[in-house]
């Protein structure tokens, strides 16, 4: 537990210094939204694409991590759909429990792994991104459109986002220049390297801007759901899955991270633009946020 602990550590008290940051207003103005623009559309996909680039990806056993992740996800979707009329909820507020139940912080995988294992952790965290990412999108619009939360013109947008989303381009990239043997030439590599490490400090930092605390004061049926399944159902799953497939420890640790990861911070932007539940969403957010600091840690310990 105090290997798990000094791991995760300080990833924690980095979301926990963005939170007093968010409460202070500091800095002032527009920076924080601006900051979280240039990690997603920057930063971010600079760390996956240096990552996968240059990663043996042949050492990451795909297939088996791919059956334990979407397996899982596939199953509490379908799970959730299921139930859906014995929730009760509002069709926007059914959007926001099925992204508070599927969705997953990035950031926060991403760094985990690296603390848990290193570069060997970060591989296996790029290629659950890009295994993760398409899936978890095209579900969250798919729930969209079926709950009829949004029109003709928002269906459109949401296509068209989806098809432009940095995280998975970069995937794609990353994958494509391994395959091709080409990699990152020259200056190229350290480059895009060097802008990917600082992807995951402010994310972090920016994950605990984007809390709200006084939406924890909303406890409903969605919020019960979606956090039974996140942080307890979906871990517990994924790691039974992982232990059937025979996934190695490196492999197995990064599945189990990732399953129980809190909801994503920009879940919360996806409710507003799509007719979602947007304060479902956020107490959510920071509800997941702040019981993964304890939770996370308990799941890791399982496995040692």
């Given at each position: 537990?105090?290997?798990?602990g ?6 924690f008290l980095l979301?926990?210094?963005?939170a007093g940051?968010?409460?202070?207003r ?5 920076f ?31 297939a088996?991590l ?7 996800l596939g199953?509490?979707?379908?799970l ?5 009329q ?9 959007t926001?429990?099925?992204q508070?139940?599927l969705?997953?912080?990035t ?9 848990l294992?290193?570069?060997?952790g ?9 295994l993760?990412?398409p899936m978890v ?13 949004l ?8 296509l068209g986002?989806?098809a ?5 381009l ?5 994958i494509?220049l391994?395959?091709?043997g080409?990699?990152?030439?020259g200056?190229?590599a350290?480059?895009v ?8 400090p402010?994310?972090?930092v920016?994950?605990g801007?984007?809390l709200r ?6 406890l409903?049926r ?5 956090n039974?399944?996140k ?14 497939l025979?996934?190695d ?8 991270l990732?399953a ?5 911070t920009s ?5 507003r633009?799509?007719?979602?539940d947007?304060e479902?969403?956020?107490?959510l957010?920071t509800?997941?946020?702040l ?12 496995v040692?």
């Amino acid at each position: 537990m105090e290997g798990v602990g000094s791991a995760l550590g300080p990833l924690f008290l980095l979301i926990l210094l963005g939170a007093g940051l968010g409460r202070w207003r500091q800095p002032g103005g527009d920076f924080w939204p601006q900051m979280e623009r240039l990690i997603y559309f920057l930063l971010f996909p600079a760390m996956l694409v240096s990552t996968l680039a240059g990663a043996d990806v042949g050492q990451v056993p795909v297939a088996r991590l791919a059956l334990a992740l979407l397996g899982a996800l596939g199953l509490f979707g379908l799970l959730l759909w299921g139930l859906r009329q014995r929730l009760g909820l509002e069709p926007a507020a059914f959007t926001s429990t099925l992204q508070g139940a599927l969705r997953f912080n990035t950031y926060v995988g991403v760094a985990g792994a690296a603390a848990l294992h290193g570069k060997a952790g970060t591989t296996v965290a790029a290629v659950a991104v890009a295994l993760l990412v398409p899936m978890v999108n095209v579900l969250c619009v798919v729930s969209f459109i079926a709950a009829g939360t949004l029109g003709t013109a928002s269906l459109g947008r949401s296509l068209g986002a989806l098809a432009r989303n940095p995280l998975i381009l970069a995937c794609l990239a990353g994958i494509g220049l391994n395959a091709s043997g080409v990699g990152l030439p020259g200056w190229s590599a350290p480059t895009v390297e060097l802008l990917g490490r600082a992807a995951l400090p402010l994310g972090l930092v920016a994950v605990g801007v984007a809390l709200r605390p006084a939406a924890l004061l909303r406890l409903d049926r969605g919020v019960w759901a979606a956090n039974l399944i996140k942080l307890v159902l979906m871990p517990a799953t994924v790691l039974a899955l992982a232990l059937l497939l025979g996934l190695d420890p490196v492999s197995r640790d990064v599945a189990l991270l990732f399953a129980a990861l809190p909801t994503a911070t920009s879940a919360y932007i996806l409710a507003r633009q799509l007719g979602g539940d947007a304060e479902l969403m956020a107490a959510l957010i920071t509800g997941q946020t702040l019981l993964a600091m304890a939770t996370l840690p308990l799941w890791l310990k399982l496995v040692g």
